[in-house]
Protein backbone atom coordinates (compact mmCIF):
# COMPACT_ATOMS: atom_id res chain seq x y z
CA UNK A 1 0.00 0.00 0.00
CA UNK A 2 3.24 2.29 0.73
CA UNK A 3 5.37 4.41 -1.71
CA UNK A 4 9.08 5.72 -0.90
CA UNK A 5 8.82 9.08 0.02
CA UNK A 6 12.87 9.42 0.32
CA UNK A 7 15.84 6.72 -0.17
CA UNK A 8 16.20 5.06 3.37
CA UNK A 9 19.45 7.59 4.73
CA UNK A 10 20.03 10.79 6.44
CA UNK A 11 17.65 12.66 4.52
CA UNK A 12 14.72 10.90 6.29
CA UNK A 13 16.14 10.67 9.49
CA UNK A 14 16.74 14.25 9.26
CA UNK A 15 13.52 15.38 7.66
CA UNK A 16 11.35 12.92 10.43
CA UNK A 17 13.28 14.56 13.18
CA UNK A 18 12.54 18.09 12.08
CA UNK A 19 8.68 16.72 12.03
CA UNK A 20 8.96 15.00 15.50
CA UNK A 21 10.71 18.66 17.15
CA UNK A 22 7.60 19.87 15.64
CA UNK A 23 4.80 17.26 17.19
CA UNK A 24 6.33 17.57 20.36
CA UNK A 25 6.44 21.30 19.95
CA UNK A 26 2.87 21.78 19.59
CA UNK A 27 2.06 19.06 22.13
CA UNK A 28 3.91 21.14 24.83
CA UNK A 29 1.58 23.84 23.53
CA UNK A 30 -1.70 22.53 23.47
CA UNK A 31 -0.42 21.28 27.11
CA UNK A 32 -0.05 24.58 27.97
CA UNK A 33 -3.77 25.39 27.92
CA UNK A 34 -4.94 21.85 28.38
CA UNK A 35 -8.20 22.06 30.84
CA UNK A 36 -6.87 18.75 32.32
CA UNK A 37 -3.77 20.66 33.74
CA UNK A 38 -5.75 23.57 34.71
CA UNK A 39 -5.46 25.46 31.27
CA UNK A 40 -8.40 27.64 29.75
CA UNK A 41 -7.92 27.88 26.11
CA UNK A 42 -9.84 30.57 23.75
CA UNK A 43 -12.78 28.42 21.91
CA UNK A 44 -15.10 29.98 19.02
CA UNK A 45 -17.29 28.04 17.03
CA UNK A 46 -16.40 28.10 12.99
CA UNK A 47 -19.04 28.47 10.39
CA UNK A 48 -19.45 24.49 10.21
CA UNK A 49 -20.73 24.11 13.95
CA UNK A 50 -16.97 22.93 15.02
CA UNK A 51 -14.62 24.23 17.80
CA UNK A 52 -11.78 25.76 17.34
CA UNK A 53 -9.26 27.19 20.13
CA UNK A 54 -6.37 29.28 20.03
CA UNK A 55 -4.64 25.96 20.39
CA UNK A 56 -5.45 24.60 17.77
CA UNK A 57 -4.09 27.54 15.53
CA UNK A 58 -0.74 27.66 17.78
CA UNK A 59 -0.65 23.82 16.83
CA UNK A 60 -1.17 23.97 13.31
CA UNK A 61 1.39 27.16 12.82
CA UNK A 62 4.40 25.11 14.10
CA UNK A 63 3.64 21.93 12.10
CA UNK A 64 3.05 23.51 9.02
CA UNK A 65 6.44 25.64 9.07
CA UNK A 66 8.37 22.08 10.09
CA UNK A 67 6.35 20.79 7.22
CA UNK A 68 8.00 23.38 4.96
CA UNK A 69 11.04 23.17 6.10
CA UNK A 70 11.44 19.64 5.96
CA UNK A 71 9.57 18.74 2.49
CA UNK A 72 9.89 22.08 -0.18
CA UNK A 73 6.76 22.21 -2.74
CA UNK A 74 4.51 19.82 -0.73
CA UNK A 75 0.89 20.89 -0.78
CA UNK A 76 -0.08 20.91 2.52
CA UNK A 77 -3.93 20.26 3.71
CA UNK A 78 -4.23 21.48 7.28
CA UNK A 79 -7.73 21.30 8.68
CA UNK A 80 -7.61 25.19 10.62
CA UNK A 81 -6.43 26.37 6.80
CA UNK A 82 -10.07 26.13 4.34
CA UNK A 83 -8.14 28.19 1.56
CA UNK A 84 -5.44 24.57 1.58
CA UNK A 85 -8.46 22.44 0.86
CA UNK A 86 -8.55 22.10 -2.68
CA UNK A 87 -7.09 19.66 -5.08
CA UNK A 88 -3.15 19.08 -4.78
CA UNK A 89 -1.72 19.55 -8.48
CA UNK A 90 -0.74 16.31 -9.62
CA UNK A 91 2.14 14.46 -8.54
CA UNK A 92 2.60 16.57 -5.29
CA UNK A 93 3.12 14.95 -1.83
CA UNK A 94 0.13 15.92 0.11
CA UNK A 95 0.12 16.69 3.73
CA UNK A 96 -3.09 15.85 5.83
CA UNK A 97 -2.47 17.70 8.85
CA UNK A 98 -4.70 18.00 12.31
CA UNK A 99 -3.41 20.27 15.04
CA UNK A 100 -5.80 19.18 17.44
CA UNK A 101 -7.45 15.90 16.52
CA UNK A 102 -10.41 15.66 19.94
CA UNK A 103 -10.75 19.36 20.05
CA UNK A 104 -14.42 18.81 21.84
CA UNK A 105 -12.44 15.93 24.65
CA UNK A 106 -9.20 18.45 24.93
CA UNK A 107 -11.69 21.09 26.10
CA UNK A 108 -13.32 19.00 28.34
CA UNK A 109 -9.87 17.66 29.91
CA UNK A 110 -10.15 14.70 28.70
CA UNK A 111 -6.61 13.03 27.50
CA UNK A 112 -8.33 11.67 24.75
CA UNK A 113 -6.61 14.47 22.12
CA UNK A 114 -4.01 14.04 19.19
CA UNK A 115 -1.65 15.41 17.11
CA UNK A 116 -1.83 13.91 13.33
CA UNK A 117 -0.11 14.63 10.33
CA UNK A 118 0.58 11.87 7.20
CA UNK A 119 2.41 12.77 4.19
CA UNK A 120 0.48 10.82 0.64
CA UNK A 121 1.95 10.76 -2.77
CA UNK A 122 -0.84 9.55 -5.79
CA UNK A 123 -3.10 8.03 -2.74
CA UNK A 124 -0.30 6.13 -1.12
CA UNK A 125 0.46 7.05 2.57
CA UNK A 126 5.22 7.98 2.69
CA UNK A 127 5.28 9.12 6.34
CA UNK A 128 3.15 9.73 9.10
CA UNK A 129 2.95 10.98 12.80
CA UNK A 130 0.37 10.34 16.00
CA UNK A 131 1.16 11.93 19.01
CA UNK A 132 -1.31 11.59 22.08
CA UNK A 133 0.98 14.37 23.92
CA UNK A 134 -1.48 14.34 27.39
CA UNK A 135 -0.27 10.51 27.81
CA UNK A 136 3.29 10.63 26.06
CA UNK A 137 2.10 8.41 22.87
CA UNK A 138 3.65 8.68 20.15
CA UNK A 139 3.81 6.83 16.64
CA UNK A 140 5.62 7.43 13.64
CA UNK A 141 5.49 5.04 9.96
CA UNK A 142 7.95 5.73 7.36
CA UNK A 143 7.21 3.79 4.07
CA UNK A 144 6.66 0.28 5.11
CA UNK A 145 8.09 0.56 9.16
CA UNK A 146 5.92 1.80 12.12
CA UNK A 147 7.60 2.75 15.54
CA UNK A 148 5.66 3.14 19.14
CA UNK A 149 7.54 5.00 22.25
CA UNK A 150 7.08 4.46 25.25
CA UNK A 151 6.91 0.52 24.63
CA UNK A 152 3.89 -0.77 26.19
CA UNK A 153 2.37 -4.13 27.28
CA UNK A 154 -0.94 -4.96 25.83
CA UNK A 155 -4.28 -5.36 27.80
CA UNK A 156 -4.15 -9.21 28.87
CA UNK A 157 -7.43 -9.49 26.53
CA UNK A 158 -7.81 -6.62 23.55
CA UNK A 159 -10.62 -4.88 22.61
CA UNK A 160 -12.10 -4.39 19.51
CA UNK A 161 -13.36 -0.99 19.61
CA UNK A 162 -16.51 0.40 17.62
CA UNK A 163 -16.88 4.12 17.10
CA UNK A 164 -19.58 6.34 16.95
CA UNK A 165 -22.18 3.34 16.47
CA UNK A 166 -22.97 -0.58 17.71
CA UNK A 167 -24.38 -2.42 15.00
CA UNK A 168 -25.88 -5.99 16.56
CA UNK A 169 -24.52 -8.08 13.49
CA UNK A 170 -20.72 -6.81 14.52
CA UNK A 171 -21.66 -7.33 18.26
CA UNK A 172 -22.22 -10.83 17.68
CA UNK A 173 -19.54 -11.04 15.60
CA UNK A 174 -16.94 -9.84 17.89
CA UNK A 175 -15.05 -13.57 18.86
CA UNK A 176 -15.41 -14.10 22.66
CA UNK A 177 -11.98 -14.18 23.88
CA UNK A 178 -11.76 -10.05 22.77
CA UNK A 179 -13.74 -7.38 24.48
CA UNK A 180 -16.35 -5.72 22.34
CA UNK A 181 -15.81 -1.82 23.33
CA UNK A 182 -18.52 1.10 22.16
CA UNK A 183 -17.06 4.27 22.53
CA UNK A 184 -14.37 3.77 24.76
CA UNK A 185 -11.72 6.45 22.62
CA UNK A 186 -12.11 8.48 19.97
CA UNK A 187 -11.55 6.85 16.88
CA UNK A 188 -8.32 8.40 16.52
CA UNK A 189 -6.69 6.62 19.50
CA UNK A 190 -8.84 3.32 19.18
CA UNK A 191 -6.78 3.22 15.38
CA UNK A 192 -3.76 4.08 16.61
CA UNK A 193 -4.31 1.19 19.19
CA UNK A 194 -4.73 -1.15 16.49
CA UNK A 195 -1.69 -0.25 15.37
CA UNK A 196 -0.06 -0.27 18.42
CA UNK A 197 -1.11 -4.25 19.14
CA UNK A 198 -3.31 -2.60 22.24
CA UNK A 199 -6.30 -3.63 20.72
CA UNK A 200 -7.85 -6.34 17.79
CA UNK A 201 -9.75 -4.41 15.92
CA UNK A 202 -11.38 -1.09 15.41
CA UNK A 203 -14.78 -0.23 13.35
CA UNK A 204 -15.45 3.39 13.13
CA UNK A 205 -18.65 5.41 11.65
CA UNK A 206 -16.99 8.28 9.39
CA UNK A 207 -19.56 10.90 10.80
CA UNK A 208 -17.93 14.36 10.08
CA UNK A 209 -14.60 12.86 9.39
CA UNK A 210 -11.98 14.65 7.05
CA UNK A 211 -8.67 12.91 5.76
CA UNK A 212 -6.85 14.68 7.75
CA UNK A 213 -8.50 12.84 10.85
CA UNK A 214 -7.93 9.02 9.51
CA UNK A 215 -4.48 9.55 7.02
CA UNK A 216 -1.26 8.93 9.47
CA UNK A 217 -3.85 5.98 11.67
CA UNK A 218 -4.69 4.02 8.64
CA UNK A 219 -0.65 4.39 7.49
CA UNK A 220 0.12 3.43 10.68
CA UNK A 221 -1.67 -0.03 10.69
CA UNK A 222 -0.39 -0.72 7.30
CA UNK A 223 2.69 0.09 8.15
CA UNK A 224 2.76 -2.32 11.54
CA UNK A 225 1.57 -5.20 9.24
CA UNK A 226 -2.23 -4.54 10.03
CA UNK A 227 -5.49 -4.12 7.83
CA UNK A 228 -7.72 -1.55 6.89
CA UNK A 229 -10.38 -0.62 4.42
CA UNK A 230 -13.74 0.80 4.02
CA UNK A 231 -16.96 -0.94 4.43
CA UNK A 232 -16.77 -2.89 1.08
CA UNK A 233 -12.98 -4.05 2.29
CA UNK A 234 -11.15 -1.62 -0.37
CA UNK A 235 -7.93 -0.28 0.55
CA UNK A 236 -7.80 3.33 1.16
CA UNK A 237 -6.06 5.97 -1.47
CA UNK A 238 -6.30 9.13 -0.06
CA UNK A 239 -6.05 12.13 -2.79
CA UNK A 240 -8.65 14.95 -1.44
CA UNK A 241 -10.31 16.00 1.69
CA UNK A 242 -13.17 14.20 1.51
CA UNK A 243 -13.45 10.41 3.15
CA UNK A 244 -14.29 7.84 0.85
CA UNK A 245 -15.86 5.32 2.97
CA UNK A 246 -18.67 5.25 5.41
CA UNK A 247 -16.62 2.83 7.66
CA UNK A 248 -13.22 2.06 8.23
CA UNK A 249 -12.51 -1.48 9.52
CA UNK A 250 -9.35 -2.31 10.28
CA UNK A 251 -7.58 -4.99 12.13
CA UNK A 252 -4.45 -6.90 13.08
CA UNK A 253 -5.51 -9.86 11.25
CA UNK A 254 -6.90 -10.41 8.05
CA UNK A 255 -9.51 -13.09 9.16
CA UNK A 256 -10.58 -11.15 11.86
CA UNK A 257 -11.13 -8.32 9.39
CA UNK A 258 -13.26 -10.10 7.15
CA UNK A 259 -15.07 -11.18 10.13
CA UNK A 260 -16.18 -8.23 10.79
CA UNK A 261 -16.77 -7.10 7.28
CA UNK A 262 -19.15 -9.55 6.67
CA UNK A 263 -21.21 -8.58 10.03
CA UNK A 264 -21.36 -5.42 8.38
CA UNK A 265 -22.54 -6.58 5.00
CA UNK A 266 -25.57 -7.51 7.38
CA UNK A 267 -26.34 -4.25 8.37
Not at 207 to 220: N, Q, Y
Not at 222 to 248: I, M, Q, S
Request: proline residues 9%; glycine residues 8%; charged residues 15%.
Amino acid sequence: MTATLMPPGEETDAATGVLIDAVHAAGRRLLDTWPGAGGRPAAAVKTDGSIVTDADLASEALLTQAIRAATPGAHIAAEEDPASHHPAAPGTIVWFVDPLDGTRPYLNGSPDFAILLSAWHAGLPLLSIASFPADGILATAVNHTASFTPPAPPPARLPVHVCYCDPAALRRAVPSHLDHQVDAYESTRALVDVARGHAAATVALMCGHRTWDIAAPAHLITAAGGTVTDEHGKALRLTGCDVPARYLVAATTRTLHRRLLAALTLE
